[in-house]
């Protein structure tokens, strides 16, 4: 995982994140999977970059993004997200329950009081969301910038 990926990651345009999640919230399986996959494919760099922090081997790594799909694909039925903030919100969590998971599973007397549980307060999303559009904004004046002074398409 490079700084190159996560970047690219995070400069998704919104509009693919809002669509995915339209799609997740879809009844039809075959419109509910399309959007789930677009779903994994954006926020794989952003699990491996979290991950990469800890002190995980490579495999349990690997292995606590599928657990995280899978619990998401698990809980389809039930979830909505009303915002891309949400989505990323929700995705933050359930990767820091897998981890208190994955310690625990390992070493049950192993303090996990290190492990990162604050929440994005609920009347921070908005804000996530702003910052979202104000990076989506940027790469696209970047975009712009460099087709006009370098013409480079």
């Given at each position: 995982?490079t700084v ?10 919104l509009?693919?994140l809002?669509?995915?999640l ?11 999977e ?20 800890r ?8 292995d606590?993004?599928?657990?995280i ?18 989505w ?9 329950n897998?981890?208190?998971d994955?310690?625990?599973s ?11 549980a ?8 908005e804000?996530?969301?702003d910052?979202?559009?104000a990076?989506?904004?940027r ?15």
């Open positions: 995982m190159s990926d996560t970047l690219h990651a995070v400069n998704t345009p509009d693919t809002r669509e995915a339209e799609q997740f919230a879809n009844e039809k399986d075959d419109v509910r399309q959007g789930f996959t677009t779903l994994v494919e954006r926020s794989r760099p952003f699990l491996e970059h979290k991950l990469l922090s002190q995980l081997s490579i495999q349990d790594r690997q606590l993004i599928q657990e799909f899978r619990r998401i694909w698990l809980r389809r039925d039930r979830l909505q997200f009303v915002s891309v903030g949400g990323w919100r929700y995705l933050r969590t359930m990767t820091s897998c981890i208190v994955l310690v625990r390992k070493d049950p007397s192993e303090s996990i009081e290190d492990i990162e604050t929440e994005i307060p609920d009347r921070e999303i804000d996530l969301d910052l979202l559009e990076v989506e904004d790469r696209k004046l970047y975009r712009l910038a460099d087709e006009e002074f370098l013409e480079v398409p």
